[in-house]
DNA sequence: CCCCCTACGTAAAACGTTTTACTAAAGTAT
DNA sequence: ATACTTTAGTAAAACGTTTTACGTAGGGGG
């Protein structure tokens, strides 16, 4: 393995002006000299030792992501940006799927934070359990931004965040707009608190509307297919009257999806559909869901972004980041009929 | 930052002592000390420096793993089993998304092959093209092992395969077995060699059965659902008879399906359709894909674990493993009507 | 009483960089 | 000619570990 003495020796000057040419550092050198060095270590494809450089620079260049679980496509994307954004600016990105344990999780940032990465990406979705650690890192002056992660406790932490809340409030809006009143709703795992914030505005909306919120038309879901489906079975059975129904991710969408049809309900014409994230699945399903936006690459990018300002010491231009999402009509959703023909 | 030697001086003991109690070496410490050191290291928190360490023991105890995108479900389950593997035995997990672009993947080899990573799983389907770089490594004895890339040069590298002919096989006899003679068939992208076992299975199992190789009746797709609804829609233009389609893929099965319905054919009772991968995709369609499953989690912890015992020094119990695949058969396929009333 | 062995430990080198503090020579202004 | 500045470079410390080679005290066998 070739290393910087190596290269001095060869080109007959110290380590230093090696490492300075290198570095473009100290711009005494002359032409021919850092010319000569230039040659020498493309001959030799000299490389720095990347961990010797952390040892004396106390920045190893690398930083973390901390997912709940990368089969989801939003997940995906989220990695796709923010590991694209670091390879651009140098720098790499770990990978850590904590697979939705919050445990595995706090393992994570225990041995993380001491010195393998430079700064995280959080995203993981919990509940406020443990602002204890992040506390700390803050007063450590640790560098970590968080994607979708919200805490009252917690405000000064810089992230990217979707804007659920209207996101919910709109979707909702455009539902009540085609003329629907009763509109259900599965939640999900209300211990997130983007779930909470998306209850929160379709309730805002049907209040806006003077339309009365209906318990039994709210059911607990948990943000996957299954329990989509099987919620939505539920409510079918329950024999109570709606003609829309809004779930709070397009994952459970699709169980509910699944479920109207085996119903034997046409969609839209019986009953309107809406999701939300717009995740990327193939085109096969007509319609497709109606669903809310969320720019998950580009917050990524955002977020690394941030991160990596707050790294190399300067002041990021924003801290805080909302995105406010779009409704992207895919035909799941109709204008209410007059009488409605089912139940 | 609490260093070692803080440990060493609170214990009144040397740097030396510590380290060993530390890593578990050179058995002449007395139980006093050692709990001692134990008890102070928990006390102030102390966690070793991994790039010191690293400086030393010349190992980083990290690995990358190189995926052409992140955003298709085969390779975020890939990562997922990589990553949990790597956690479990102490290694970390760079990801390396290459956009299919070969510069990049490039880029990744050379500059993780110097030091960042002790080794590194590549997944990225390409050409021939640059053996030559995994030559050198092979030379330089650098650890690295292929998911599902063939090369006939580099027969040497470990690697973990699916089998990609056989289930290709497997696949047409089923549609042959029932009454099928006509069989589309869309490939992937040719450079790569998993499409073209695909293609040779499928070529293999009409020659068994004494059916013709009908070149018309195979287009050249990409592996993505919109190659898959173009080529399909070509075949059904075309006014050529079939009465399955065989997609090297799932997600251009997809597009195929999409196709299909569109053009007003019933799945599966006028076209049997065929994919290949099981993606996990929502079950949102009815019927859904039948399809041959491949293990990815699966060989992704078979890789890495390949992989950590080549950097350990350890020789690895198999070297080079084949995974053989199973239909999974989704109702996408029905029996041959006498007379094909389509076309 | 001497020698050797074992248990317990230490000092110092090494890993490959960056960075700090310094020097020597040449040029430049007075 | 003198003093100062610029140019071009160097030697050595530092980063936090692991590891190698060594040291010392006490006990047991002869």
Do not use: W
């Not at 994952?251 to 809406?274: H, R, T």
């Not at 994230?277 to 998950?296: F, K, L, S, W, Y």
């Amino acid at each position: 393995m070739v290393t910087i003495k190596e290269i001095a020796e060869r080109c007959g000057v110290s380590i230093t002006t090696v490492s300075r040419v290198l570095n473009n550092k100290g711009d005494s050198i002359s032409e021919k000299t850092k010319e000569r060095i230039f040659r020498v270590v493309d001959e030799l494809n000299y490389v720095p030792n990347a961990v010797a450089r952390s040892m004396v620079t106390k920045r190893t260049n690398n930083i973390a992501l901390i997912v709940p679980d990368i089969s989801n496509p939003f997940f995906a994307d989220i990695a796709k940006g923010a590991e694209r954004t670091c390879v651009n600016r140098g720098f790499h990105l770990f990978l850590c799927n904590s697979d939705m344990d919050k445990e595995v999780e706090k393992e994570y940032i225990r041995v993380l934070r001491k010195r393998l990465v430079d700064g995280m990406i959080i995203t993981t979705q919990n509940t406020e359990e443990y602002d204890v650690i992040f506390e700390e890192m803050l007063e450590d002056n640790y560098p970590f931004v968080f994607i979708e992660r919200y805490s009252d406790k917690l405000a000064d932490v810089p992230g990217v965040f979707a804007g659920n809340m209207d996101g919910a409030y709109n979707i909702t809006k455009h539902l009540i707009e085609l003329g629907h009143k009763d509109i259900a709703f599965i939640t999900g795992p209300l211990v997130t608190s983007n779930a909470r914030y998306r209850l929160e505005g379709y309730q805002r909306a049907l209040k806006d509307h003077d339309l009365p919120v209906n318990p039994k038309l709210i059911r607990n879901g948990n943000y996957k297919v299954a329990g989509g489906y099987r919620e939505t079975k539920t409510l079918l059975e329950q024999n109570i009257q709606f003609s829309a129904l809004f779930a709070s991710n397009d994952l459970m969408a699709f169980g509910a999806y699944q479920a109207v049809k085996e119903y034997g309900l046409e969609i839209p014409e019986q009953l309107s559909i809406v999701g939300f994230d717009n995740i990327d699945m193939p085109g096969v399903i007509e319609p497709q869901v109606t669903t809310m936006d969320i720019p998950a690459y580009e917050m990524a990018v955002k977020a690394v972004t941030i991160l990596l300002d707050l790294i190399e010491g300067r002041t990021p231009k924003e801290s805080k980041v909302y995105y406010p999402l779009k409704l992207v009509n895919k035909g799941s959703t109709a204008p209410k009929k007059e009488v409605q023909d089912f139940a």
